[in-house]
């Protein structure tokens, strides 16, 4: 992958660098930092979700296939995130960081938690103080317990 390069208007991007090859326009900006925005908030899921398939197809072989210079704590937290929260589960109007620190919460709350950071305009860092100042965990199971409460009374009827 050393030779890899991509081409987008008058820029050049490399594995260590991206340079221009003519002068740009105002204009010529935006397309390609808006995409590179866009893979830097989902590479991580992606990640996890290769990982996971190698896992599936080839067990501990899989390994084998993975460039040695990704960090082992990083990809183990990427396999984790993506198991734990598969596509029909995550949020897609919060990062990767966001599920990342819901990620030990009961499934239930880890819901309510991501809508309450989605609601509130949080960073993944608010939410993670959030989480780990306890407060989550007593607002969200009253949350829970009204709505089970809810539940229960609509299906009397």
């Not at 990342?100 to 009961?106: G, N, P, R, T």
Request: aromatic share 12%; proline share 6%; glycine share 4%.
């Amino acid at each position: 992958m050393s030779d890899f390069n991509w081409k987008h208007g008058p820029f050049v991007f490399t594995t260590s660098r991206a340079y221009i090859t003519a002068p740009p326009e105002m204009e010529q900006l935006e397309e390609p930092i808006a995409y590179l925005a866009w893979v830097q908030r989902h590479v991580y899921w992606w990640i996890g979700d290769m990982l996971l398939t190698g896992e599936r197809f080839f067990g501990d072989d899989y390994f084998q296939v993975v460039d040695p210079s990704f960090s082992p704590d990083l990809l183990q937290r990427c396999i984790a995130v993506a198991a734990k929260f598969p596509p029909d589960q995550r949020n897609p109007n919060l990062s990767w960081s966001h599920h990342l620190a819901v990620i030990k919460l009961d499934p239930r709350i880890r819901v309510i938690a991501l809508k309450k950071a989605e609601k509130e305009g949080w960073g993944s860092k608010d939410l993670q103080k959030y989480v780990q100042q306890n407060w989550l965990k007593r607002e969200m199971l009253e949350q829970l317990e009204t709505s089970q409460e809810d539940d229960s009374v609509g299906s009397q009827d």
